[in-house]
């Protein structure tokens, strides 16, 4: 799924991040280094420490759908990896979420 152009963008990213101090899309960066720890790795561990992070910094912002999409990708990870409280977060993440919004997040959720 990922390939080694795609870890690079990602880390990119992350430049771009920090030397702007552009923090909006730090979210959706740890989200997406978090899956390819995942995929092209096997580490779940490393995948649910950025996906936590990304959950964080996304309520920290208030961006409700990165939220979500952090608190999925927590629900995806393997059942010895998720945290305790995964139910919990996913369905706050949801929660927090307008109703007016449907995207395939929302339906996932």
């Known amino acids: 799924m990922f390939c080694e152009r795609q870890t690079v963008m990602i880390s990119d990213a992350f430049d771009v991040v920090r030397k702007n101090g552009e923090y909006l899309h730090l979210p ?3 989200r997406l280094r978090g899956e390819v720890a995942l995929a092209r790795f096997g580490d779940a561990e490393e995948a649910a420490a950025d996906f936590a992070e ?3 910094v996304a309520i920290d912002q208030g961006a409700r759908v990165s ?3 952090a608190a999925l990708a927590l629900a995806g990870l393997p059942p010895s990896t998720r945290p305790a ?4 977060t996913l369905q ?3 929660a927090d979420v ?3 919004l449907v995207t395939n997040e929302t339906a996932d959720a």
């Open 28 to 30: 959706e960066v740890l």
């Open 54 to 56: 990304a959950l964080r």
């Open 67 to 69: 939220r979500l999409r």
């Open 85 to 88: 409280d995964w139910e919990d």
């Open 92 to 94: 706050a993440a949801r």
């Open 98 to 100: 307008p109703a007016a």
